[in-house]
């Protein structure tokens, strides 16, 4: 019998869609910058490690800019070694791509970038379980030390692309109001509130810091995200089979959220006009 009150322990995050401007461009700098390996079509290309989807691209030349409303505030690839980060950062500054910020998050390290439209970039690697802090977004995180990061690989010739075992590590919203986030992304979709810090709230499954993230820092009341807008298409969340599809399904629905079908599951929207794929 499936739990009908929270998601899979197992779950895993599938692909972010993210909408650009100009799909040449964005790809450029994801194969180049992060090395990502592409695939790409008429309107849209594929980005992973070669075994994974990790990121695809939506081409709207005529999408308006990211703006004052709800939205992506960033998504995370994580890293599956110390080292392939170190390679991330070494990347990086080889082919000299602007870094917003290296941070010790204390659960993970991180590193933070802009994409060519703005789409905010996180690469992190998680440290043990038995060493993450008890309240990890209860105190503001210390700089991390980007040539310590790069020295674990500095007798290595730089890599073209990443290796196999990246994975979307998480995803962070600007909302409008973090009690309805909580109602929607916990008591409606199933996750666990691992965390609620003031303006932001994270959720997980099995105990991990965070796979979905949410905050204010935009402002309370923030109007959901319009239409034809650069930034966030969609993003998913992957199920290992048809029933556990069908008990979010009916979770949602009896929480009074639409879902409409899609092939292998069902797509929905949160209070912001973020839209959610839930496939097996």
């Known amino acids: 019998m499936l739990d009908v009150d929270s998601l899979p322990v197992a779950l895993r995050l599938g692909p972010v869609h993210l909408t650009v401007s100009d799909l040449e461009r964005s790809a450029s ?10 695939e790409a079509g008429a309107d849209r290309a594929e980005l992973g490690d070669g075994v994974a989807t990790l990121v695809v691209l939506h081409e709207d030349r005529d ?6 409303h709800a939205g992506l505030f960033h998504y ?12 991330a950062a070494v990347r990086l500054e080889e082919t000299s791509t602007p870094v917003s910020n290296f941070r010790d998050r204390g659960t993970h390290e991180a590193i933070y970038l802009p994409d060519p439209d703005g789409n905010a970039v996180e690469l992190a690697w998680d440290r ?3 060493l993450w ?3 990890p977004y209860g ?6 030390d980007a040539a310590a990061l790069r020295a674990l690989v ?3 010739a730089a890599a073209p692309s990443v290796a196999e075992g990246l994975a979307v590590g998480h995803v962070h919203f600007t909302i409008g109001d973090v009690e309805q986030a909580v109602d929607f992304y916990s008591r409606a979709l199933g996750f666990d509130l691992k965390y609620h810090v003031g303006p932001a709230a994270f959720f997980s499954v099995g105990g991990y810091h965070h796979q979905v993230a949410a905050n204010v820092w935009k402002g309370v009341g923030l109007a959901p995200k319009p239409p034809r807008r650069l930034g966030i298409h969609h993003w998913t969340i992957e199920l290992a089979g048809e029933d556990e599809v069908e008990a979010a399904r009916a ?3 009896a929480t009074g959220n639409d879902v409409e079908p899609i092939p292998h599951g069902f797509a929905c929207r949160d209070p912001w006009n973020i839209q959610l794929h839930v496939v097996a």
């Open 76 to 87: 995370c690839l994580l890293y599956p070694t110390r080292e392939e980060l170190a390679r």
């Open 63 to 68: 999408a308006q800019p990211d703006g004052d």
């Open 154 to 156: 500095a007798d290595e």
């Open 29 to 38: 700098w994801y194969e180049r910058s992060l090395g990502l390996r592409v």
């Open 128 to 130: 043990a379980r038995e």
């Open 251 to 253: 979770r949602l629905q």
């Open 139 to 144: 105190h503001t995180p210390v700089p991390l």
């Open 133 to 135: 802090p008890d309240d």
